[in-house]
């Protein structure tokens, strides 16, 4: 079992950076990917990064390649999300997953709470 907890999101400006943060508390933090999904408003949740177990192999969407950066810390049971030159249409709630390395929604087993992210133009 794992208990994930995401921080680190507020108002920003385009252009502007977040560090998003997402805590985990279980044993068995070190067995799976972590993942970053977000949903914008008015639509449904969509794939950012992943990352594998051990954060040798990273993954990102098309839309935020280049300007975000997962990264975690296993002794910490943390994963992080670098967000730089935002644009408004980053807005949205960003949600921590724990599961199975890659993009899809349904092969992740835990969620955190989401953090909101507001970018203002």
């Known amino acids: 079992q794992v208990q994930l907890e995401e921080s680190g999101g507020g108002l920003v400006q385009a252009g502007g950076s977040l560090r998003l943060s997402c805590a985990a508390s279980?044993?068995?933090?070190?067995?799976?990917?972590m993942g970053w999904f977000r949903q914008p408003p008015g639509k449904e949740r969509e794939f950012v990064a992943t990352?594998?177990?051990?954060?040798?192999?990273?993954y990102y969407a098309d839309s935020v390649k280049g300007r975000f950066t997962i990264s975690r810390d296993n002794a910490k049971k943390a994963v992080y999300l670098q967000i730089d030159s935002l644009k408004p249409e980053d807005t949205a709630v960003y949600y921590c997953a724990a599961g199975i390395y890659g993009r899809r929604e349904r092969t992740y087993d835990y969620w955190g709470q989401g953090t909101q992210v507001t970018v203002s133009s």
């Open positions: 990352i594998s177990w051990n954060g040798g192999s990273t």
């Open positions: 279980g044993r068995t933090f070190n067995n799976y990917a």
